[in-house]
Structures are given as structure tokens and as C-alpha cells.
């Protein structure tokens, strides 16, 4: 079984090196890991984000943020990142890391917990759904939903 455990601020660079290497692999722009482990280690202090690491290497990473609803004010969380460095996929690592972000939030209040993935990210959907989460652009009690972003 893998060992997940809450990051503290020390662990801001391995934190910040997985999710470096995440947006690398995938192409995207990102600063250096020690930049990301300077702006991680301040939310990780402050509690505006919960950072899990699994693993010794650590091997995979999460970052959630919880928060109040506008409208209801009850808690929710959203998952922001999860990555497993592609050498330990397959291990359950990032099962692991979803069952430790859920018990996290729930633990903090949270009722709910989102996330979004990228529709060609099949591995990841796949351990979505496989714990109950649901694609809501078409709820099957309500209206079709759309998902939209902006670069501002």
C-alpha cells in the first residue's frame, strides 16, 4: 500500500519539482520548481491549499484548495493537480492519492469535491469514474453544463 501524507512547508520543493515535471510533460509553461515551492510553501502555511505526496521519491503529488460556496457557504473542494511520475504509474499511486485527497476534504468540512482533467487524459478519467465521479455537462436531473476558461 502506497503511504500518502500531508505536505508541511519543507516539502515545498519536492512539491514544487512533481508539479514542474507534470506541466513539462504535458507541454505546458511553468515556472522552475523552486519558484512553485516558494508561492506552495506560503499556501501550505497559510492553509489556502492542502499539498499530498505519496510515496518515497515522493512518486505523485495532489494539491486541493477547499473553500466556501458563494451561494450555500458550505465547504467544497477543488483538486487542482494530481500527478504520478510516469515510472510508478499503474501502482495505484494516483488511487491512493484521490482516496487521501477525499478523506482530506471531508475531514476539513468539505461536501463536495470537483475536478477537471482533459478530455484525451483517459487513465485519469478512468480512475475518476472508477470513484463515482461523475462528468456533469449533462447531469442526468438537469440542463447541459458547460465548462469554459479564459487566459486573462
Known amino acids: 500500500m ?9 516539502d515545498a520543493l519536492d512539491a514544487g519539482r512533481l508539479l514542474h ?3 513539462a510533460e504535458f507541454d505546458e509553461p511553468a ?5 512553485i515551492a516558494e508561492h506552495l510553501a506560503e499556501q501550505i502555511s497559510d492553509g489556502t491549499t492542502v499539498v499530498l505526496l505519496a510515496g518515497q521519491g515522493p512518486d505523485g503529488v495532489a494539491a486541493l484548495q477547499i ?4 451561494v450555500s457557504g458550505k465547504l467544497s473542494a477543488y483538486l487542482e493537480e494530481l500527478y504520478v511520475v510516469p515510472a510508478r504509474r499503474g501502482n495505484g499511486i494516483g488511487r491512493a492519492l ?7 476534504a471531508r475531514e476539513l468540512g468539505a461536501t463536495r469535491i470537483d475536478l477537471t482533467t482533459s478530455d484525451d487524459d483517459v487513465a485519469a478519467r478512468s480512475l475518476y469514474e472508477s470513484l463515482g465521479f ?5 447531469p442526468p436531473d438537469g440542463p447541459l453544463m458547460f465548462y469554459y476558461e479564459r487566459e486573462l
Not at 2 to 10: D, H
Not at 31 to 35: F, H, I, L, M, R
Not at 67 to 70: G, L, R, T
Open 31 to 35: 515556472p522552475e520548481p523552486a519558484a
Open 21 to 23: 515535471d507534470f506541466n
Open 134 to 138: 461523475v462528468n456533469r455537462e449533462k
Open 2 to 10: 502506497t503511504e500518502v501524507r500531508r505536505a508541511s512547508p519543507a
Open 98 to 104: 484521490m482516496d487521501a485527497a477525499m478523506k482530506t
Open 67 to 70: 473553500s466556501p460556496e458563494v
